[in-house]
């Protein structure tokens, strides 16, 4: 990553006062392994992470060198079999580690939601043997970072009219197109990049950094991920070997499938960044006096904090049952969007009312609050729109399609 | 070399505090509970150093019932390889040393590791007790351990100073801050731990000479009181009739 004006980022000796917040016991019906998890994926963030993440996402630059700590502590891919580099863990493990990740930082959740769901998983489910013993290890242990390719520059929610494609050329493909908003991408050493055969079908391939006519130039100028890199795939007439090619799956459903994926990591995410947002809130309103006493006895904020607590809750219980569902692979890629979409909208909302409890306190970087909200702006809309995500609830309620 | 850890569970450092049965036990209820810091992050992790320098095994032992497992699965994942639990809660600090002792008497360890105290009680009385239980040569509080040479070199913090303190294996040590650093287990680690024997024993009989009459909670701090920087008398009076330190 190239930036001009490069400063060094050191730790702020400002502590992470975050404390845990489980109002109906939902801890109970997790296990010891997804406690043990969760409390090592928070230690790690609190000790690693939020010293930095302020400063990070002001200068808007992401700190590439957690790729190295998000492996080291198994956060790419711990669902994944311990052989191809996962932690072999359940699918709830894998949502608390997105929990506790994005308590800190969406960007953050983020580059590990990439790395394990949309690259990791694609290459682990749809990959040939020789494909995942040659990425998977090297993607678990950070030393090599992905990123996946769908979403292109005139087509967002429509991935199915993507213009980019291959044309068969013997032992390899020759690929052309571009794809827009890929996190990870001017950073990442390969891209699992969707494309059109010459048939109409939708094929993955695995592109490599280097490979002549690949680029990947950065976004700049986002208000939100600020701490997460952003960018484009730009491909002229590249040549993958046929190798390259995902050989199990055909179809939207490939994309689709690993969306699947990162959005019920999502649905789990969200609800860590809601919980540190009513925690600072939660706080300061104890902290805060006004008209001589805490501004947490007066009735209006009682109102928002209870509410606050009362959504957290019902999420809570969302993506526990979610993730049992999952844990028995019976998690449905619509339950999966209502989980995504209520979750996600539920964290907006909650920074939006932690905001004003904060007062004016509340738009600077001394708390975390309007980095979580314009970092939601993004969870909002990426991994398919709050809009579609609704449409996909009312597709399956009535068995009708409203997207065309 | 053949080390032991003992371990115990302590309440979070934010645990709202409160006692029940006439303020004679904690209470524990809605209570999030950890692995004793210094237990975790120092006489684990130095054991680990140890052994990873020396070769051995690490068996962390913990006197408690079925609930402290999650702490015993959490120094296996940190890197211990076997684990003892005595079957039955801790009622005392004697009662805890002889049942470590009991156990650590047939097993011959080099060396026994403990935190300095626990953060509920603020005893530091085990590490002591399992010593002279054992008839071993006991280090208190010690912030670092040179184990370069045969012989091992702690160090004690003390008032105005260290004391160096030169010593062979077999002994009990108890390790502050500065011994070693905080090791975060990992998703692997965690996994692993599953695979890792947990042997639970029957305690032994003990008899008590102690016990609690009752806690009771410290006094309620007062608010701060601001003074205005040009109103010194005021200040002076407050030291003087309030604060009584002048
Ligand atoms: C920071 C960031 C990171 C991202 N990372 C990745 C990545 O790594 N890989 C990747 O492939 N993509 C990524 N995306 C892209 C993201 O998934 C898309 O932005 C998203 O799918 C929406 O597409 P769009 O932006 O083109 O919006 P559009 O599809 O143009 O949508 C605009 C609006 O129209 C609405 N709309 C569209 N169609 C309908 C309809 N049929 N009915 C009703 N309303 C409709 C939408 O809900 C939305 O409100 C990222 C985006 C961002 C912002």
Not at chain 1, 331 to 351: C, D, F, G
């Amino acid at each position: 990553m190239s930036h001009a004006n490069d400063t060094v980022i050191t730790k702020s000796d400002k502590t992470d006062r975050y404390q845990h917040h489980d109002y109906y016991g939902v801890d109970q019906l997790l296990s010891e392994d997804h406690l043990l998890a969760r409390d090592a994926v928070r230690d790690w963030v609190k000790q690693e992470v939020s010293p930095i993440i302020e400063e990070y996402a002001e200068q808007a630059k992401c700190p590439v060198h957690l790729f190295k700590g998000l492996a080291d502590i198994g956060a790419f891919g711990p669902s994944l079999p311990l052989k191809y580099g996962g932690g072999g863990m359940d699918e709830i493990a894998y949502g608390v580690i997105m929990q506790e990740l994005e308590r800190c930082d969406s960007g953050l959740r983020s580059m590990a939601s990439v790395q394990g769901s949309l690259v990791m998983y694609p290459i682990y489910k749809y990959g040939s043997e020789e494909q995942r013993m040659k990425y998977l290890p090297k993607l678990g242990s950070g030393e090599f970072i992905g990123c996946f390719g769908l979403t292109e520059p005139d087509h967002g929610s429509n991935p199915s009219g993507m213009l980019t494609n291959v044309v068969d050329d013997g032992d390899a493909y020759i690929l052309n197109g571009s794809k827009m908003w890929i996190t990870n991408s001017p950073i990442a050493d390969i891209a699992v990049v969707w494309a059109k055969r010459e048939d109409g079908r939708i094929i993955g391939l695995i592109v490599e950094k280097g490979m002549k006519g690949f680029s990947a130039p950065e976004i700049h100028g986002k208000w939100s991920l600020r701490a997460s890199i952003t960018g484009e795939l730009v491909f002229e007439d590249v040549r993958v070997p046929k190798a390259n090619v995902l050989p199990n799956v055909e179809g939207l459903k490939g994309p689709l499938g690993c969306l699947s994926k990162a959005r019920y990591g999502i649905a789990w995410g969200a609800i860590g960044a809601a919980l540190d947002c009513y925690d600072s809130a939660l706080r300061y309103s104890q902290e805060r006096i006004q008209f001589g006493k805490p501004i947490a006895q007066f009735q209006l904020t009682q109102k928002k904090l209870a509410e606050m607590i009362t959504e957290i809750t019902k999420a809570q219980l969302l993506a526990w049952r979610l993730g049992s569902l999952a844990n028995d692979g019976k998690a449905s890629p619509a339950q999966i969007s209502m989980a995504k979409r209520n979750n996600v909208h539920m964290a907006l909302e909650i920074a939006r009312e932690a905001r004003q409890i904060h007062g004016g306190m509340g738009i600077t970087n001394e708390y975390p609050i309007m980095r979580h909200m314009m970092n939601l702006e993004t969870v909002l809309t990426y991994e398919g729109t709050h809009d579609i995500h609704l449409l996909i609830t009312g597709m399956d309620v009535t068995g009708l399609n409203a997207f065309k | 070399m053949k080390l032991l850890v003992c371990i115990s569970k302590t309440p979070d450092t934010t645990a709202k505090i409160s006692f029940k049965d006439d303020n004679t036990q904690f209470n524990g209820d809605g209570v999030n509970f950890i692995l004793n810091p210094y237990d975790e992050w120092y006489a684990l992790v130095r054991a680990i150093e140890l052994k990873e320098q020396k070769g051995g095994t690490v068996t962390v032992i913990n006197v408690g019932d079925s609930s402290n497992d999650i702490i015993i699965r959490k120094a296996l994942a940190i890197g211990a390889d076997e684990a003892v639990r005595v079957d039955q809660p801790a009622k005392s600090s004697i009662d805890t040393a002889k049942q470590i002792a009991e156990y650590a008497k047939s097993q011959s360890f080099d060396v026994i590791f403990l935190g300095k105290e626990t953060i509920d009680y603020n005893g530091a009385e085990v590490g002591a007790m399992v010593a002279e239980l054992l008839e071993l040569p006991y280090v208190s509080f010690a912030s670092n351990m040179d184990s370069s040479a045969e012989h091992f070199v702690l160090t004690r913090d003390i008032e105005g100073g260290v004391e160096e303190i030169k010593l062979n294996a077999p002994f009990v040590v108890s390790a502050a801050k500065g011994m070693a650093e905080q090791r975060i287990p990992n998703m692997r680690g965690i996994m692993m731990a599953k695979r890792k024997p947990l042997n639970v024993i029957p305690g032994i009989e003990t008899s008590s000479h102690t016990g609690v009459k009752s806690f009771t909670l410290p006094a309620e701090k007062d608010g701060v009181k601001m003074i205005d920087p040009d109103n010194m008398d005021e200040l002076v009076r407050l030291l003087k009739e309030e604060a009584k330190v002048l």
